[in-house]
């Protein structure tokens, strides 16, 4: 069992930033691959950010890609998102994910993953 906490969302303008953290408790941390996923209202939960489990390899959404960043701190057993240049569009509920199946980074579909936090809301007004 692996328990994430998502902590960091909040209401910023545009073209400001936010980093987002993910907490995680439970099985090795260091072992298991983590994403990012976010779903705003109405819309389908969609994938943001992928992140190996060494953090060597990493893949982003083509909506993100240049503006966000994953990485992970494998001591703090913690994993973030940096995100930069933010634009209204991407408002939404952020989600931390973990274990895709064989450790594959960049899984898109939400279903493909075991392990889920509560989320936390990111609001970017114009």
């Known amino acids: 069992q692996v328990q994430l906490v998502e902590s960091g969302g909040g209401l910023v303008q545009a073209g400001g930033s936010l980093r987002l953290s993910c907490a995680a408790s439970?099985?090795?941390?260091?072992?298991?691959?983590m994403a990012w996923f976010r779903q705003a209202p109405g819309k389908e939960r969609e994938f943001v950010a992928g992140?190996?489990?060494?953090?060597?390899?990493?893949y982003y959404a083509d909506s993100v890609k240049g503006r966000f960043t994953i990485s992970r701190d494998n001591a703090k057993n913690t994993v973030y998102l940096q995100m930069n240049s933010l634009k209204p569009e991407d408002t939404a509920v952020y989600y931390c994910?973990?274990?895709?199946?064989?450790?594959?980074?960049?899984?898109?579909?939400?279903?493909?993953?075991?392990?889920w936090g509560q989320g936390t809301q990111v609001t970017v007004s114009s």
């Open positions: 994910a973990a274990d895709p199946p064989l450790g594959r980074v960049g899984v898109a579909s939400p279903h493909e993953y075991d392990y």
């Open positions: 992140i190996s489990w060494s953090g060597g390899s990493t």
């Open positions: 439970g099985r090795t941390f260091s072992s298991i691959a």
